[in-house]
């Protein structure tokens, strides 16, 4: 499993100790320093089941910048958000678990983090 994380984010220092405390082999991804390609949140989106809008910090200065709140959510403008995603990796909401099973999860709460620790291990 690896988990997509920003270090100050205390929602992701604390899917970290979970983790940690249950012993899970796991990488991290920094992704602010480590980040990840369009395809790369094109198959994290596919994993989660999720559309980019809805992984997307709107909150952040960025999202403000770049006028968000009026982007239309539909398939047509899904590149547009992944794109913006892409270079401006703030924006993704965090941390994301790609899990062993073949899923991914946003992981803001212990709950999450125990559900991608309880999925089964694809091939096992």
Do not use: F
Not at 30 to 37: H, I
Not at 49 to 62: F, N, V, Y
Not at 77 to 106: C, E, N, Y
């Amino acid at each position: 499993m690896e988990i997509w994380i920003n270090p100050a984010c205390s929602k992701c220092r604390s899917a970290l100790t979970l983790l940690d405390a249950a012993e899970a082999d796991y990488t991290v991804r920094r992704y602010l320093e480590d980040v990840p390609t369009q395809e790369e949140i094109r198959a994290v989106l596919g994993r989660l089941g999720l559309e980019p809008w809805e992984i997307t910090r709107t909150q952040e200065a960025a999202a403000a910048e770049l006028g968000l709140k009026d982007w239309p959510r539909e398939e047509g403008a899904r590149d547009r958000w992944i794109t913006a995603l892409a270079q401006h990796p703030k924006l993704i909401q965090r941390p994301i678990i790609t899990a062993d099973d073949g899923t991914a999860l946003v992981a803001r709460t212990e709950d999450a983090v125990r559900e991608a620790l309880s999925r089964p291990v694809r091939g096992a």
